[in-house]
C-alpha cells in the first residue's frame, strides 16, 4: 500500500478499511526495556548440555536487543477476521494475517491480559496438514537452520514482546512438549524472572498401555506459566 512514513506516524494504532478488508497501521517505535535481574537468585550454569548458556536469552544485543537479528517491519496487516465471544461491552477480538513478530510490535504495551502460545516443538519434522472441505494440503517445517540455538533466537525475539504486550498483572502461557520444554524454561527464566514462574503443567494424553520395546512412552505435553510481575 503505497503510504509514506508520514502517514505512518499520523496514523499511529489506526485501523484503515477498505470495502473488504481492514488492516493494523505500525505505532511510533517504543524504547528497548531492560531484561529483570538475575544474580540475587539464580546464576545460569555456563553450559546446558551441548547449547552454551549466557545471562542474557540467546540472540539478544545489549543496545539493540532482538531487533538486531530482526529489524522492525513497518507494514499494515490485515484483519482477517473479527471474532465476539458474545460480552457486547467487550471489543471483538482480532484474527490477523501476518508474522506474529511484526504484528505484535504494532500493538500498545501493556495491553494485553492472557497469552497463550503454542508454537513449533523443535520436533525436526516437516508438517502435511489437510485443511478445509476441499482437502487441501497445507504444510509447515519444524526443521530449523542452526539447531536449537536457532529455534531458541526464534522464539525469544517473540516471548520478548509479548512481555511487552501483557499488562503488569498479566500471564502467559507457552505449551511445549519434550524435544525443548527444559531449554524452553531457562530462556524464559531470563526474559521474564525465575521469580516469576507461577506454575508448570503436565497436559498427559496417550492414556492406553505402552507399546514400545527401547524406551517408556512419551505421553505428555508442558505448559509454562510465567506472570508479568508478582501482582
Known sequence: MPYGASHLHSMEREEIRGQDTEFVMPEVEEPIEKLPEQEAFWRPPVRFGSVPVEKEPLGWDRHKGFRKLFPPVRLPF??????????????????????????????????????????????????????????????????????????????????????????????????????????????MDKIFGYENMVNEIIWRYGLGAANVSRHFRKKHDTIFIFSKSNN
Open 78 to 187: 490485515q484483519i482477517v477476521e473479527r471474532v465476539s465471544f458474545g460480552n457486547p461491552e467487550l471489543e471483538p477480538n482480532r484474527l490477523i494475517w501476518g508474522d506474529n513478530l511484526h504484528v505484535m510490535r504494532q500493538l500498545p504495551s501493556e495491553s494485553i491480559d492472557l497469552i497463550y502460545i503454542d508454537p513449533p516443538f523443535f520436533s525436526g519434522r516437516q508438517y502435511n496438514i489437510i485443511f478445509g472441505d476441499q482437502n487441501e494440503v497445507r504444510s509447515f517445517s519444524d526443521i530449523w537452520e542452526g539447531g536449537m540455538p536457532g529455534y531458541l533466537i526464534w522464539l525469544n525475539a517473540r516471548l520478548y514482546e509479548m512481555k511487552r504486550l501483557l499488562k503488569k498483572t498479566g500471564v502467559i502461557c507457552v505449551h511445549c512438549d519434550w524435544h525443548a520444554s527444559h531449554y524452553i524454561k531457562t530462556e
